[in-house]
């Protein structure tokens, strides 16, 4: 009869679920406190830069209120594609509605383009940040740092 390594240790003694995760998969001890403060920041910075008429957006349709929801970003429209990289990965709220109706538009100098996002969890985000717009790249290094990027690549239509 064979006993796991834990029988008979009291509870205690065992690992928290946290100890066990390889290093890599760790998030620093900050990064719950970075994400709630940048997010809180974003919430009222966001409402100001949706109106400029420069901004980029992405609109999603929301995941519960079926709402379109548009959300400043920066990145790059490479031919029929627009790149960015989401500082918060999965989660980012847009990213969230991506997973569940990728049919998004993408606002890019004044002009709407309807299209098909891609969440690309394989590509190197840093990689990618280096062929974005700099001063982007930057905050999103910034806000982002320890939290999880994710690349996400938006396949315009006409």
Known sequence: MSKS???GNPPHARKPPHARKPPHARKPPH?????LAVTAVQRR???VLRRLPAQTLLETTGRVSGLSRRTPVGGRR???SFWLVSEFGERSQYVR???ADPRVRVRIRGRWHPGTAHLLP?????ARLRRLPRFNSLAVRAMGAGTGLLTVRVDLEG
Not at 31 to 35: D, F, I, R, T
Not at 122 to 126: F, G, M, V
Request: net charge negative; glycine share 4%; charged share 35%.
């Open 5 to 7: 390594s834990n029988a």
């Open 31 to 35: 990064a719950e406190k970075k994400y």
């Open 45 to 47: 910075l966001n409402t």
């Open 78 to 80: 490479v031919g029929d």
């Open 97 to 99: 509605n991506i997973r």
């Open 122 to 126: 394989d590509d190197d985000p840093i």
